[in-house]
């Protein structure tokens, strides 16, 4: 494990080429700059989960568990569907924690942040996420919750934040959960 540089799997909860959690994940990175290795997990190909494919996982099943195994920390950046997790996201946490037993998100520290133009701003999928990494062996940080209000332009095209205060509360995010991920890695 580099804990110098610890590596993180970043989960995107969403597949839309103009994805504001994507843009937000950029710049979470961005903030984080030289402290953590962001690896970015690909979601797009992966069949719907069903047991029958346990005994033979299909290769993209095994590139997933292997980006989430090889990481010091995971890191959800998503948005809110129907008042939950986004089908794209569970569907790539129902694959990396089976086969039974070889559950790829074990002790791993991670935490949610997620970004939406409504005013609840993702809340009730964090929190159906937060339900769903006590059962996958996530250890997550609690504080500060993050859901951020999206709008045009609050991320620019290099990743940067506009706006201050929002700049400076996603870099004390990312302050925190990089302290929580060191802190677990001891
Ligand atoms: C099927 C669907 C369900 C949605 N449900 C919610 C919701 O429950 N709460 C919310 O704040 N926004 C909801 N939205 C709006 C999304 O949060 C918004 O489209 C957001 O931009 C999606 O994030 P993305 O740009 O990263 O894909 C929903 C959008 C879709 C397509």
Do not use: H
């Given at each position: 494990m580099s804990k110098q540089r610890p590596v993180i799997a970043v989960l995107v909860g969403s597949l839309s080429k103009d994805s504001i959690n994507r843009k937000l994940a950029r710049a979470l990175e961005k903030l984080a700059g030289q402290r953590a290795e962001f690896r970015f997990v690909r979601?797009?190909?992966?069949?719907?989960?069903?047991?029958?494919m346990d005994s033979s996982y299909p290769p993209a099943y095994n590139r997933l568990k292997e980006d989430i195994h090889s990481a010091d920390a995971v890191l959800f950046v998503t948005p809110e569907n129907n008042r939950s997790v986004p089908s794209v996201l569970k569907n790539a946490i129902d694959i990396a924690s089976r086969?039974?037993?070889?559950?790829?998100?074990?002790g791993k520290p991670g935490a949610v942040i997620g970004a939406s133009t409504g005013a609840i701003s993702t809340a009730l999928a964090q929190q159906h996420l937060r339900n769903i990494c006590v059962f996958v062996d996530v250890y997550m940080l609690a504080q500060p919750e993050a859901f951020v209000r999206y709008h045009d332009g609050?991320?620019?095209?290099?990743?940067?934040?506009?706006?201050d205060s929002v700049r400076e509360f996603l870099s004390k995010f990312v302050d925190s959960y990089l302290a929580w991920v060191a802190r677990l890695s001891n």
């Open positions: 979601m797009d190909d992966l069949p719907v989960y069903n047991r029958d086969p039974w037993g070889t559950n790829s998100f074990a609050l991320i620019a095209e290099d990743a940067s934040v506009t706006d």
